[in-house]
């Protein structure tokens, strides 16, 4: 059974910042990417960021240079630190794994969601 948690969202004013974590946990053999989406009201999900075992890194055009993505693999975990946050960055954020469990094939595992919002 994988599993993936994140946490780390919340109110915060315009111009602020928030850091958003997702650890993976269960039973798993490797994983590939990572990555955040998000899904504002109304909207379809989006990419956010993603970022391989490599440390390869890709951005939403709306998030480069505000935006970080980065990974521990020793503990299964990706991190999002959000600076200079805007009213449409508000959403709720998606953490996405594409990973090996136990070995055999890779697939594309979800977070719960987290609500981040902007506002004043």
Known sequence: QVQLVESGGGLVQP???LRLSCAASGSIFSIRTMGW???APGKQRELVAVI???AST???DSVKGRFTISRDNAKNTVYLQMNSLKPEDTAVYYCNAELS???VGWYSYWGQGTQVTVSS
């Open 52 to 54: 391989t075992s490599g």
């Open 15 to 17: 111009g602020g910042s």
């Open 58 to 60: 890709n951005y939403a």
């Open 37 to 39: 989406y998000r899904q």
């Open 101 to 103: 469990p136990g070995g």
